[in-house]
């Protein structure tokens, strides 16, 4: 699992827990009066707390009772912890979600792979595209890559530069447009219908010509 992924499941993972946390701060009774009745998990103590498993969906709801008072979920090896002062209300809602909580965590991994894989599709035809629309072309250019975007920065007269945004969800109605706004904002600005921005060409760059 590639960074990205995982850090979409860990905020996932994390607003659910701050979410049930804050929700049961004021329930009763405390840890002190613990008694647990929940079929399905098998409960181990550890120091200064106890962990909560369930082999059926590969999770853990760990809490500790003394001292530094913490809670903690772990599912598929995503981990998140609270450190607040929580309640027999909060292990419960805990307990009685964790299933729906780790489907939706499997959903949203499933639906982030699909879209890093779409985002990836993207960014290669951009880059071909690029390459087939600047050919033979008056024009050096560089590239920049970002989450959702490649930007094309294009280097014109007089050291001016202008920047392309080309986003990957709108990527097949910006490049049919792209040389011919490049060769109208040479004339004039007004009648550009890309979006562009202007600063001075960065010296030190790269700059590519076809």
Same mark, same amino acid.
């Given at each position: 699992m590639n960074y990205k992924i995982e850090r979409k499941l860990k905020d996932f993972l994390d607003k659910k827990l701050k979410e049930i946390v804050e929700e049961t701060a004021n329930d009763n009774p405390r840890f002190n009066k613990l008694h647990i009745e929940k079929k399905g998990f098998e409960m181990a103590k550890r120091r200064g707390g106890y962990d909560l498993s369930n082999n059926d969906f590969q999770s853990v709801i760990g809490y500790q009772n003394s001292g530094e008072r913490s809670f903690s979920l772990k599912i598929d090896g995503i981990f998140t912890s609270v450190k607040r002062s929580g309640t027999v209300g909060t292990l419960y809602r805990c307990m009685d979600e964790i299933d729906e909580i780790t489907k939706e965590l499997g959903q949203l991994k499933n639906d982030v792979v699909i879209q890093e894989k779409v985002d990836e599709i993207a960014k290669n035809s951009i880059n071909t595209w690029l390459k087939a629309v /600047?050919?033979? *072309? !008056? +024009?050096? +250019? @560089?590239t920049t890559e970002s989450a959702k975007k490649i930007t094309l920065s294009i280097k /014109?007269?007089?050291?001016? *530069? /202008?920047? %392309? !945004? %080309? @986003?990957?969800?709108k990527f097949q109605k910006i490049m049919p447009e792209l040389l011919n706004t490049i060769q109208q904002f040479e004339k004039t600005a007004n009648e550009a219908k890309i979006k562009v921005l202007i600063s001075n060409s960065k010296v030190n760059q790269q700059w590519k010509t076809q």
């Amino acid at each position: 699992m590639n960074y990205k992924i995982e850090r979409k499941l860990k905020d996932f993972l994390d607003k659910k827990l701050k979410e049930i946390v804050e929700e049961t701060a004021n329930d009763n009774p405390r840890f002190n009066k613990l008694h647990i009745e929940k079929k399905g998990f098998e409960m181990a103590k550890r120091r200064g707390g106890y962990d909560l498993s369930n082999n059926d969906f590969q999770s853990v709801i760990g809490y500790q009772n003394s001292g530094e008072r913490s809670f903690s979920l772990k599912i598929d090896g995503i981990f998140t912890s609270v450190k607040r002062s929580g309640t027999v209300g909060t292990l419960y809602r805990c307990m009685d979600e964790i299933d729906e909580i780790t489907k939706e965590l499997g959903q949203l991994k499933n639906d982030v792979v699909i879209q890093e894989k779409v985002d990836e599709i993207a960014k290669n035809s951009i880059n071909t595209w690029l390459k087939a629309v /600047l050919q033979n *072309q !008056p +024009y050096s +250019y @560089y590239t920049t890559e970002s989450a959702k975007k490649i930007t094309l920065s294009i280097k /014109l007269k007089n050291r001016v *530069q /202008l920047d %392309i !945004p %080309i @986003y990957f969800s709108k990527f097949q109605k910006i490049m049919p447009e792209l040389l011919n706004t490049i060769q109208q904002f040479e004339k004039t600005a007004n009648e550009a219908k890309i979006k562009v921005l202007i600063s001075n060409s960065k010296v030190n760059q790269q700059w590519k010509t076809q």
